[in-house]
């Protein structure tokens, strides 16, 4: 887990998907960041919420998982490339992982990712699920 002080320097990223955008050459950057990594010193970035939807653009199934996640197994982690852009790494929930598949329309959600024991504290973030009705599509 990262440091107290940096997991609440970084909450608005995490708990409403805000991201930043280049002013000078649109680029958009997920988690935030300081510095455009194409204008670099002359770009200028501005907060931009996001969609929160987007596809799958890589998978994997998660039968082996680490310490703490042991009752969600198995589980799909997922490449999202989001509508503006940015690839983002999350848990795909709401879906069985044979009905995964590479192209699908997700969107993003608040859950809770994490918890620190009985009495510790509860991690919220994001997580994605498909779009209504897109797992039922096979074999498009």
Same mark, same amino acid.
């Given at each position: +887990?990262?440091?107290?002080?940096? #997991?609440?320097?970084?909450?608005? !990223?995490?708990?409403?998907?805000?991201?930043? *955008?280049?002013?000078?050459?649109?680029?958009?950057?997920?988690?935030?960041?300081?510095?455009?990594?194409?204008?670099?010193?002359?770009?200028? $970035? @501005?907060?931009?919420? $996001?969609?929160?939807? =987007?596809?799958?653009?890589? #998978?994997?199934?998660? *039968?082996?998982?680490?310490? =703490?996640?042991?009752?969600?197994?198995?589980?799909? +982690?997922? $490449?999202?490339? $989001? @509508? @503006?852009?940015?690839?983002?790494?999350?848990?795909? !929930?709401?879906?069985?992982?044979?009905?995964?598949?590479?192209?699908?329309?997700?969107?993003?959600?608040?859950?809770?990712?994490?918890?620190?024991?009985? !009495?510790?504290?509860?991690?919220? =973030?994001?997580?994605?699920?498909?779009?209504? =009705?897109?797992?039922?599509?096979?074999? @498009?």
């Amino acid at each position: +887990m990262m440091s107290v002080p940096r #997991f609440w320097r970084n909450t608005k !990223a995490r708990y409403r998907m805000i991201g930043r *955008r280049c002013r000078r050459c649109g680029q958009v950057y997920f988690p935030p960041r300081n510095l455009c990594r194409r204008c670099r010193r002359r770009g200028e $970035l @501005e907060e931009v919420q $996001l969609s929160g939807r =987007g596809e799958v653009y890589s #998978f994997t199934v998660i *039968r082996t998982p680490p310490v =703490g996640f042991e009752r969600s197994a198995p589980y799909v +982690m997922a $490449l999202v490339k $989001l @509508e @503006e852009g940015p690839m983002v790494t999350a848990q795909l !929930a709401d879906v069985e992982p044979e009905e995964v598949r590479i192209g699908m329309k997700v969107r993003s959600v608040f859950r809770k990712i994490q918890e620190d024991g009985e !009495a510790g504290l509860i991690y919220y =973030g994001f997580k994605f699920v498909p779009v209504e =009705g897109e797992h039922d599509v096979q074999g @498009e």
